[in-house]
């Protein structure tokens, strides 16, 4: 089923399809992104809004959806969010593309302990080879390796399975791997 993610009637739409096909939901991924295709000064066509649209607004309805969907069927069940490093550290070539997932990370860790056994946790990956990077993939190249898009998923694994991830961002690194950020030492043990 496709869906706009900056059409709020469509993605309620999709949880409802959801809900009917596998008769429940456990897990939502809210991973629509999109990045800046000019610099932010050259932006005359405001492309920055549609950023801010599918990058940050639309994961906040994404997840304020799973979360009534969870909620109603009393279950619980997890939210992983896509952020990326830029949600960590500034970017100053895609100014708007970081403020979102700036954002994405303070909506996640604002769930830390939510209850209800409901969970929000973030990935935040530096660059994997998927289609965000298509046009400018040998210039990322260039400028660090790629993070295997398995790790990624290995990422995901963890903050779904582990229930003891709330609120967490796993940061995504081609050096370090895997990471959870914000942990005590005690809980980073588990890694």
Known sequence: MQCDVTN??????????????FGRVNIIINNAGIAESVPLWQDDKALWKKVIDIDLSAVIEGTRLGIEALQ??????????TASLAGLYPQAMTPAYSAAKFGVVGLTRSFKGFGENIRVNAVAPSF???KIIANVREIVKNLAPLVPVETVIDAFMLL?????YSGDIARITPKYGVSVIGRTSKDKAKL
């Open 128 to 130: 994997a080879d998927t």
């Open 72 to 81: 109603k069927q009393g279950t619980g069940g997890v939210i992983i969010n």
């Open 160 to 164: 779904i399975e582990d229930e003891s």
């Open 8 to 21: 709020y009637a469509q993605q309620a739409a999709l949880f409802q399809a959801a809900e009917r096909h």
